[in-house]
């Protein structure tokens, strides 16, 4: 499948420190994501790590549009998302190394990045778990009449099993203050989605809206304004108490389903035609085009990569969790006691 | 004082919880409109309104997940799966999602809830009706696992599970809804993992659970009556936190030690307390320590077949009897 045709508006109303922040979140998990795939290959990066190279837009556009104490719910494939809710680099970098620096001192790992400071209430790595959990904090809201909004990201693949399905019903039938929102990156896996789902679907999520009374969405995930849009739509329904969103938000990695994979699945040509909609590439221009000067822009570059150069050295000297905390909050009293 | 049976027990016990804090919320299927298809829940809705008590669709994982989802923002959801076979359509949250996410943050989320789930054979509903689960939970880090007996142990310990921070699974027998038992007015409110001597006695000990614990104080009685053999009925209440020091001390006093579980053989709680007494009580035993258990076969419909395959008071009576007396 070949990238979305581009969406002539440009949300031309936006002000130039939000452009800013579209871009500065997209080059920062751009860089921070690129470490890590280094990182790995010298070894330092430990278990496995599934990269969202490819997919800034789609992180940046939401986080961009979230309100403070709005809730996000990540998968495996969720560092973009955690970064673009503002964790440092050096706490996600140091969890994905295993070290005493990392966002959860090593427990987690790169699959379950959590930070409640920063609204990331989980990163799940048990395909379409998170949905009916962000159904659960939507409800919270509902019930308590708060007025945050819970969104929770996921692949393409996750369309095909039963919790995704469980929880877009129950968020629908009970109005819920909750978006979901399908990264279609073609590929569940090592799969190409389109060999799973029936030849008369198109877009697995969004085509499978109607079932649940919702709209159908699909979204240029590769291009941030068009992402930040529909995002701002879905914010302003769950806030008004309007219930669910479905987002279907096409887009593509760059490199394989995990480490362990080359990626040689794909045909041809597919890897080049969307990396000439690079959604980095293809913002950069656009701050151009709305007159913004190169100064600005290398700003945020150099800021970047500052950055990370920093917490990289940070990560590397940091010291390994101590053996003290292996039995520390099995329990919530802090400990492990199964028995007296 | 009043009697009341263990079914009228379950919905005082959610009462008192939601009456005494507005974040405790209560959804399932059939628990509201329908009162449970058990009646254990009948007249929530109408005491507390359709805002905190809720059906939900047959979706066994959107009940769990919003449970935790609720349970880590801010809610303490009680969440029923209607029988315990059900579980494993959802068991991804009871064994990935409830119990690690505590550890895995780092000690940043917490998941506060209870689910509570119909147990136990005894209703000839065949083998995916009837199952006696506790022991899947039991083998789990980060959940906490309850079993009650009575009457006032459903309320008292109900209420431990509801104000404990950690997610409890809450096994309530399907054929002790109707046992009575005196309750006491006013709030009750028990300890998890405290195990109780039901019945005091010099030759052996017996570790029961649920529906076992009325067969354990049965055959206890008949021991006693026609044979002469004075057992020490322990009632475990919850298998986590588990009670070890009361199990043991009173293996230390009787020397021998018996189990009588409704899991099925293998991997049943009662291996793991068999285990761990003869790693630490040895010294005490006169004797082996015997499992008494459902055998490992699925469960049969047939009312006689499935009594065949139940522990009951006569075989517990016998085993003990050939046990000692051997």
Redesign the interface.
Known sequence: MQPLPADPRRNDALDEAKRLELYRLQVEIRDCEQRAYDLFLQGLVKGTSHLSLGQEAVAAGFAAAMEKGD?SFCTYRGHAHTLARGVPMEQVLGELMQRDNG???G??GSM?L???EHGV??S?A?I??????????????Q??GQTDV?VCFFGDGTTNI??FH??V??AA??KLPVIFVCENNLYMEYTAIKDVIPAQIQHPAADRAASYGLERIVVDGNDADAVYRSALTAYAKARAGDGPSLIECMTYRYSGHSRADPAKYRPEGELEAWKARDPLKLYRQRLVEFGIGESAIKRIEDESKRKLDAATEACKAAPPPPES?LT???????G????? | MAELSYRDAVARGIAQEMERDPDV?FLGEDVAGAGGVFKATVGLLEKFGP?RV?D??I?E???????????????K?IAEIMFSDFLAVCF??IA??FPK??????????C?LVVRTGNGAGSRFGAQHSQSVENWAMMI??LKVVAPSSPVDVIGLFAAAVR???PVIFFEHKSLYAAKGEVPDGEIVDTL?SAKILRPGKDATLVALALMVPRALQAAETLSKEHGIEIEVIDLRSL??????TVLGSVARTGRLFTVEENPRLCGWGAEIASIAADESFYDLDGPVVRITTPHIPLPAADNLEDLALPSAPRIVDKIRRCLNG
């Open positions: 809730l966002l959860m001192r427990k987690g379950h959590t930070s409640v209430m989980g799940y048990i379409g778990a998170h949905l009916p959990i962000a159904c659960g904090a939507a409800w919270r809201a019930y308590k819970s039963g919790a469980e929880a019903n129950f039938v009970w905390i520390t909050d099995v329990y919530a009293d802090g492990w006691a199964w028995r007296n | 919320v805002k809720r939900t669709p979706s994982q959107a009940i769990l997940g919003a449970a935790m989802g609720a349970a880590m923002t801010g809610l959801p991804d949250y990935n999602e996410s505590h550890y895995m943050s780092n000690g940043q989320l917490k506060p880090p980060g404990d921070p950690n993992g986590v936190p588990l009670d070890l020091q």
